[in-house]
């Protein structure tokens, strides 16, 4: 997310980290709701955009078992 353009902070917030920083996490309560919502959106396309059939970014492979 960060790579796409994400702050580092929405993208924690997206990965449901806690802030280290008590004083922070006491006093600053603000949800960063819509950024989140932006976040998610942002890999959404990106992954998107690197399973499309066809492109050259997706390598498939197969696992066979051994007998």
Known sequence: ???AGVLPEVAER???HTEENK???IYQRY???LE??????VLG???ELLTLPGG?????VN???QS
Do not use: G, H, P, T
């Open 23 to 25: 004083v922070k996490r």
């Open 45 to 47: 396309e990106r992954l």
């Open 14 to 16: 997206c990965l449901n």
């Open 56 to 60: 050259d970014n997706v390598i498939s």
């Open 36 to 41: 989140m919502k932006r976040a998610w959106q």
């Open 31 to 33: 949800s960063y709701a």
């Open 1 to 3: 997310m960060v790579e």
């Open 63 to 65: 696992f066979k078992r």
